[in-house]
């Protein structure tokens, strides 16, 4: 007891060696005045600009760029972690939040950890099983885990020190962010907002895990809110929102200026999306997909400013906030910048929270701008689906001109990297909508919505759907260049002083940009998607730059046939390490496996195919894709439905679904919300979708194969 005492101590305290570790404490001083060796927070530093002074690495020499050295997870689902360095020492976590330690120069592994999510919570993510990263504080890292956990763990061994459940795991609550560590305070947050959850953000005691604040972002019942910037919200909402969660999970940016004491949280969309059904009659719905400011120390509410007020859309304002300070009219501005979901680049006084400018970083058609004088967005009313009650294609759709790949700021440059994507969507409201256990609670009709069995519709849709690197001046709020890539979901970015940008991609290549420019200088062949955002540290004199690979997440889950027109990629994931002169090779990409599209004739009514239709869109699509096709589950994410062979076992199939057989696997029974008959009918609509697709592909005399790659 007294050596784990003293262990506690030596971590609260941020500094000093210790027998424990033989490493050197974590603190806000270190943090803050970072010289690029090393990366111990999430976005480097706390103003998450992403910018690292390294330049041993330059355009001169990229082409010398080589790896150093690799290793392989052991997890087969999306990863998008930024690795931390410290000491010598390189920290990762994958999916299903395992984390894992190795020598930062020679890959050695050091240890790993496994905090055991149960399987069956996989269910509760809207976006895969994701993990982005770790926190540190003294000689312990920090873990937020899928289930809800805050694990505090021994550096130098991997140890649990400590454990805290952070969320009702009641609920449809799960965390997938990284924590940041703030004078010896654990901030985290959470997700869960499409299945009916309240959101907040809350602070724990770095030595013990006690919780020292909690922040709700949506109010509670009127009568039932303490906090006056929550009594100020009341008036916000309308109806019985309470009842349904209101939504408004802080799952992903933090941001923290030491001088104001102010912590930047990004506040997620409503619960459910569909306004019409979460607050009848309107509102503003405080403080969804809201940029809110915290004081650090107490918890309390400083300002906030709402990127889209009413949001019906799933227009978060969770994605990357970072702080800079720029000149503006000819005076030095202390600023928060981000680009949501809702396609506007925002520039805001972070001091104050007043807005300064925005504007539209890709095409949008839900507003036509933003009020200059006002900060709101100026709406198109037919993109209002929640009070026409009426379809409309709306863009960016509900995964965003920008999700949460991390941005980039380059001060000598003057430009943010914007790793984003030109986006749209169908939004169809959902005639008399109810909540439910499971499934996604959104309010919108996602059977009606799902892409038609027509290859001239798709094509078109392929056509209008991007990726795109933008190199954008948020002084003067426009691009100044621009990098078109194969499509959406690619990974997050790195700028450094050698005048490189760093980016992975969806077409499995990592790549490094003049920053000037954006000339492509150098790539390399990741045999894998890559989503999450590079790093860059330096040990004795020699700079190297580390991504963790891996295809997944929402894009690669849910988007049907869209989610591979960067090319199929199978998930192979590793951690990928480079410096110059590196030499070491990856293995060849194992062979491929190719499976027949062969499914059952169809024989059932058409009526029971329309049932399981509907209800697939509701419990099935935010997992095994968009008209179920799972193009990524060729690649081992998650499985096509459509290629199973379950299809011709109707007992087979109800001992998966209604019996749960699989749950370990995040497969549960959906016993609770569905008869075996409507569990059937998904059966039936399946092969009926498996059958047009292999007539799709007979008439454009494509072969009745997909290879697994």
Not at 87 to 101: E, N, Q
Not at 234 to 246: M, P, R, V
Request: aromatic letters at 10%; glycine letters at 12%.
């Amino acid at each position: 007891m007294g050596a784990a005492l003293a262990l506690l101590a030596a971590a609260c305290s941020g500094g000093g060696e210790t027998a424990t570790t033989g490493t050197t404490g974590i603190d806000g001083a270190r943090i803050i005045k970072a010289d690029g060796g090393e990366w111990l927070s999430y976005g480097r530093t706390y103003d998450e600009q992403r910018y690292s002074p390294l330049d041993q690495i330059n355009p001169g020499n990229i082409g010398e760029l080589g790896l150093a050295w690799y290793a392989d997870m052991d997890t087969a689902r999306g990863q998008e972690a930024t690795p931390l360095v410290i000491d010598g020492k390189i920290y990762v976590t994958t999916a299903w939040s395992k984390v894992k330690a190795y020598d930062a120069v020679t890959g050695k592994p050091l240890w790993d950890f496994d905090p055991k999510v149960p399987g069956e919570t996989g269910v509760k993510a809207c976006c895969d099983v994701v993990n982005r990263g770790l926190a540190a504080w003294g000689n312990m890292l920090f873990l937020g885990t899928l289930d809800g956990r805050l694990i505090a763990l021994d550096r130098g061994t991997g140890r649990e020190i400590w454990s805290t459940v952070t969320v009702d795991q009641t609920k449809s609550y799960t965390v997938t962010g990284a924590p940041r560590v703030i004078d010896g305070m654990v901030i985290i947050g959470n997700g869960g907002a499409e299945f009916g959850v309240r959101g907040f953000v809350a602070a724990y005691d770095a030595a013990t895990g006690k919780q020292l604040w909690k922040f709700y972002t949506v109010p509670d019942r009127p009568g039932a809110n303490e906090a006056e910037y929550l009594k100020t919200a009341e008036s916000s909402w309308k109806g019985e929102y309470w009842n349904i969660g209101g939504g408004g999970t802080v799952w992903d940016a933090m941001a923290y200026d030491p001088e104001l004491g102010l912590l930047y949280v990004g506040v997620g969309n409503g619960s459910p999306w569909n306004q019409a059904y979460r607050s009848p009659g309107g509102g503003d719905n405080l403080y969804l997909s809201s940029i809110v400011a915290i004081r650090v120390k107490t918890g309390e509410y400083a300002w906030h400013y709402q990127t889209t007020p009413g949001e019906t859309w799933d227009y978060t304002a969770t994605q990357h906030i970072m702080l800079a300070d720029l000149e503006i009219d000819g005076k030095l501005r202390k600023v928060l910048m981000q680009a949501p979901k809702n396609g506007f680049f925002y520039v805001i006084d972070r001091a104050t929270g007043e807005f300064i400018s925005a504007n539209n970083f890709v095409p949008v058609n839900w507003a036509t701008g933003v009020d200059q004088a006002t900060g709101r967005p100026i709406e198109n009313p037919e993109a209002r689906v929640d009070k026409t009650g009426k379809p409309f294609v709306v863009s960016p759709g509900p995964l965003g001109a920008h999700n949460w790949h991390p941005m980039a700021f380059d001060a000598k440059q003057k430009l943010v990297f914007i790793p984003a994507q030109i986006t749209a969507y169908p939004y169809i409201p959902a005639a008399g909508w109810k909540p439910s256990k499971l499934g996604f609670n959104v309010g919108m009709d996602t059977a009606n919505n799902a892409m038609p069995a027509d290859n001239a519709v798709r094509e078109a849709a392929r056509k209008a759907t991007k990726g795109v690197l933008i190199a954008w001046d948020p002084v003067a709020q426009k691009e100044r260049w621009r990098v078109t890539l194969g499509g959406p979901w690619n990974g997050g970015v790195l700028a450094t002083a050698g005048g490189l940008v760093f980016q992975g991609n969806a077409m499995g290549n990592f790549v490094a940009y003049d920053s000037a420019q954006g000339r492509q200088l150098w790539s390399f062949p990741a045999q894998t998607g890559v989503v999450a955002a590079p790093m860059t540290f330096a040990i004795d004199g020699q700079q190297y730059v580390a991504v963790l690979a891996g295809w997944g997440g929402a894009w690669a889950i849910t988007a049907g046939v869209l989610s591979d027109m960067s090319g199929p990629v199978r998930n192979i994931s590793r951690l990928l390490v480079f410096k110059l002169g590196g030499k070491a090779k990856l293995p060849d990409m194992p062979a491929a496996d190719e499976l027949p599209l062969d499914p059952p004739a169809l024989t059932a009514a058409a009526d029971v195919v329309q049932g399981g239709a509907t209800q697939y869109g509701r419990y099935c699509t935010v997992c095994h894709g968009d008209a179920a096709i799972q193009a990524s589950g060729r690649g081992g994410i998650i499985p096509d439905l459509r290629y199973s062979g379950t299809l011709a076992s109707p007992e087979n199939w109800q001992t998966i679904v209604h019996g749960g057989a699989l749950k370990d696997n995040g497969m549960v029974s959906f016993a609770s919300v569905m008869t075996k008959p409507q569990i059937d009918s998904i059966r039936h609509y399946v092969i009926a979708r498996a059958n047009e697709d292999k007539a799709l592909m007979a008439k454009a005399g494509a072969p009745k194969k997909v290879a697994m790659r």
